[in-house]
């Protein structure tokens, strides 16, 4: 078994050890979707909205990867083979012409489902039960974001995070704050924090309120993220 296969591998079986949505089962599949985005022969598409497919394709993953069974082989190349299944689709989907179409419920599904319809899959089939549905999507795209936002911070890419501190207090960045207040679960509390880099409380609350906060919220919008608007 390669390095890649073996990081593959440690990564499924660490989800699967680890209850849904725990902390430590959200860092070992925001890694293992990391993994997965850099796979040689996953399926590209020069369309504008493939980030779109790709990302309904991960929820799909985050839901089905109890289904996965990975070979003695090679496990890459089995699970490029598994997710292409359903990201070819989702990029099918994206060249349909009729894509924007308001939704029919007595329309055929995708080949690979045969002539079922969404009505006959809902064998219960209520207006709530469609809000359910509605509301499980919403959950799930909410959920990668937070996935994706707590990797941000740890890695910090372009050291905005790290480079946003108050004056004489570097230590006092927004990526450590974040990390303490966002990534660990219980996050710390102001006044331990304060007491912990000799900062007065005040200082950083305000620091967290007025930059930290406002830098969080802009990159969860540009991993997608999209704030309901008030009543």
């Not at 725990?22 to 070992?28: C, F, M």
Request: glycine residues 4%; aromatic residues 8%; charged residues 30%.
């Amino acid at each position: 078994m390669d390095d890649l296969d073996g990081r593959l591998s440690a990564l499924i079986a660490e989800v699967r050890q680890n209850p849904a949505n725990s902390r430590k089962w959200r860092t070992a599949m925001h890694k293992l979707l990391l993994e997965i985005q850099q796979l040689p022969g996953l399926k590209k598409s020069a369309h504008q909205d493939y980030p779109e497919a790709l990302n309904r394709t991960f929820e799909w993953v985050s839901r089905e990867l109890a289904k996965f069974e990975p070979p003695q082989s090679s496990v890459s190349k089995s699970l490029v083979n598994w997710i292409n299944g359903y990201l070819g689709w989702r990029i099918q989907d994206l060249y349909s012409p009729d894509k924007d179409a308001p939704l029919s419920l007595d329309a055929p599904l995708a080949a690979d489902i045969g002539e079922t319809t969404r009505l006959q899959l809902l064998a219960d089939f209520t207006l709530s039960g469609l809000d359910g549905m509605i509301e499980n999507a919403q959950k799930e795209t909410t959920q990668r974001i937070g996935l994706e936002l707590e990797l941000y911070i740890e890695q910090d890419p372009e050291g905005k995070l790290k480079n946003s501190y108050p004056r004489s207090y570097p230590e006092c960045n927004c990526q450590f704050l974040s990390k303490r207040r966002v990534v660990k679960d219980p996050p710390d509390k102001f006044q331990d924090l304060a007491k912990e880099l000799n900062v007065k409380y005040t200082t950083l609350n305000s620091h967290w309120k007025r930059k930290c906060e406002p830098s969080l919220q802009e990159i969860a919008r540009t991993l997608g993220y999209k704030q309901e608007p008030q009543p």
